[in-house]
């Protein structure tokens, strides 16, 4: 591995672990680029060669995890088995994520993962899902389920975990459909 390369992951590592460590403190709106750097310990001109501001180095540990679980093998991968790989990504930063979406963390960022699994779960449910209000309602779910695992300090691993909030999904989006389904004829 080259130098550079190595130079950067560290200053990444750094960046994540005094992100963690400021939400947890301080708050993610109230944390600043200059406390990043300071608790990081790199310079300001390290902190902006890799990104143009708090949200953007937030935005690049999430999307690191959206590129996996949409990445070309991902359709070799049931629905399932993605949302296990990606609750597996939350596990790996479940400080970041908990201290994201906890009570210091950041309504941007929950809007940005309820936005971003909202786009996915309307791809998997083209022709199931007419509306705009059904992906919304399965995002919120699998947000909700996350911080409910987080909360609880990861009570199960992520495959059950997926399995159990995807069954919940598949009861709700079963509810409307049966409601609307005329009532079976009884015997004749």
């Known amino acids: 591995m ?12 750094l960046l994540r672990e005094a992100l963690v ?8 709106d109230h944390l600043t680029v200059g406390e ?4 990081a310990m790199i310079s ?6 890799n990104y143009r501001d708090k949200y953007e180095l937030v935005e690049q540990i999430f999307d690191e995890a959206l590129t996996e679980m949409t990445a070309a093998d991902a359709d070799a991968r049931s629905p399932g088995q993605r949302w296990t790989d990606f609750l ?8 970041l994520y908990g201290a994201l979406l906890g009570k210091k963390g950041s309504p941007w960022f929950a809007d940005r993962m309820r936005n971003a699994l909202a ?26 389920s996350i ?16 399995e159990h909030s995807s069954r919940l999904i ?7 459909g049966e409601e609307a389904a005329p009532p079976a004829p009884t015997g004749q």
């Open 2 to 13: 080259s130098r550079p390369n190595v130079r950067v992951r560290r200053t990444r590592m």
């Open 21 to 28: 460590e400021l939400i947890e403190d301080r708050g993610f």
């Open 36 to 39: 990043l750097t300071s608790r």
């Open 44 to 49: 300001r001109a390290a902190f902006y060669r």
């Open 88 to 95: 597996r990504h939350v596990e790996r930063y479940h400080r």
């Open 119 to 144: 786009a996915m779960s309307t791809a998997h449910l083209s022709g199931q899902a007419p509306d705009d209000l059904t992906p919304s309602v399965v995002a919120a779910m699998f947000v909700q």
């Open 147 to 162: 911080v409910w695992w987080l909360e609880h300090d990861r009570p199960c691993p992520p495959e059950q975990l997926a």
């Open 170 to 176: 598949r009861a709700v989006l079963r509810a409307p």
